[in-house]
């Protein structure tokens, strides 16, 4: 830094300041709708549950927000190939 | 009843070890009874700080697994007769710390003792959520750095939802140690100010401990930096901390630099 920034700029410390007030309040919205992406899991995993064998980690949900439209993506991993007819029986 | 406090950051190397120590003997030296817990199985590091690593023979998680009683765990300081240890276990891996058995030596602790500081592991897996379980309060150890005050911010969302006492609709007391705080960064405006990382994170100050080498000089001691030189800056910040955990109504002191004739001046033409 040369001397003449030392005696004239501010220190960086108001843009630490601001860019983690900017982050911090996207990502407290996004925790605050974690806990519905883990309620919508949980519901899914029963769901699914209750007809195939699923794991609580196989289940993946993440929903992408946006302006005009968000989206909602559901991953299950199901291991093993699936007997369509037993499972429709089961 | 014990009170239960956890030293927690999601962030590694910002002090909690340090802090779990440093707390844990100012609270001794007041007379309390205190045991300090490293939850960080498989890299346990409170025996080192703590100058206890050669007298350890059995650890948490023998006593989960029922090789040893939990008095036989317990590792009393050398320099305060009411301070003990609970190390963690050096050879396993976090799974080897069960819901249960932690719920179970926590409650046998908190029935002996007057204060169980529970020394959280880094991140946000396991081993951090059973450190943060049992906690009436939550000491939020953070450095006057973005990636600290971000982690920080992510493990203040998880004491309100992820312990016992959110599960019972109450909140963990939860408050802000500001740790390796420069105060000539600060004064130069390099560094997040006390205010500001308050205002971010809008926890209660418990303190500011300044960055200081006291502090790595009393590691290689392996004595708490609160008790190693205790007229130093860091030993000082920690005993008042300690004080106000007991109930004090004490002022938190923002550490100055102290300024030489030139540096008055740069700071004024700055």
Known sequence: MTLWKRFFTNGSAPQARERLQILLSHERQVIGGDDLLSSLREDILAAVAKRVPCERDSVKVRLERGAPMSVLEIEVEIRGNVDLRMTQAA | ?270
């Open chain 2, 1 to 270: 009843m014990a009170k239960i406090i956890t030293v927690t950051s999601g962030k590694g190397g910002v002090g909690k070890t340090t802090t779990t120590a440093a707390l844990g003997a100012a609270l001794a030296r007041t007379g309390d009874k205190v045991v300090v817990v490293d939850f960080d199985v498989g890299l346990r590091n409170l025996d080192l700080i703590m100058g206890a690593e050669r007298r350890v023979v059995y650890d948490f998680v023998n006593v989960i697994q029922g090789d040893a009683r939990l008095p036989q765990a317990l590792i009393k300081d050398k320099r305060l007769d009411s301070l003990f240890l609970l190390p963690a276990s050096q050879t396993r891996d976090k799974d080897a710390l069960t819901e249960e058995g932690v719920d179970k030596v926590i409650e046998d602790l908190s029935r002996h003792f007057d204060w169980v500081i529970c020394d959280s592991p880094a991140g946000i897996e396991r081993g951090a959520t059973l450190a943060m379980r049992h906690a009436d309060i939550a000491v939020v150890v953070t450095n006057p750095e973005v990636s600290s005050v971000r982690d920080s911010d992510r493990i203040v969302g998880i004491l309100d939802s992820k312990t016992l006492k959110a599960e019972r609709g109450e909140t963990v007391d939860k408050r802000l140690l500001l740790t390796r705080y420069d105060a000539v960064r600060a004064s130069r405006g390099d560094m997040l100010k006390t205010e500001d990382v308050l205002e971010i994170l809008s926890l209660p100050l418990l303190g500011i401990v300044p960055e200081s080498p006291d502090v790595l000089r009393a590691s290689n001691f392996g004595v708490p930096v609160s008790i190693h030189d205790p007229d130093s800056a860091p030993a000082r910040a920690y005993n008042d901390a300690a004080r106000r955990l007991k109930g004090e109504e004490l002022a938190v002191e923002v550490p100055k630099q102290k300024l030489g004739l030139f540096g008055k001046f740069l700071r004024r033409a700055a």
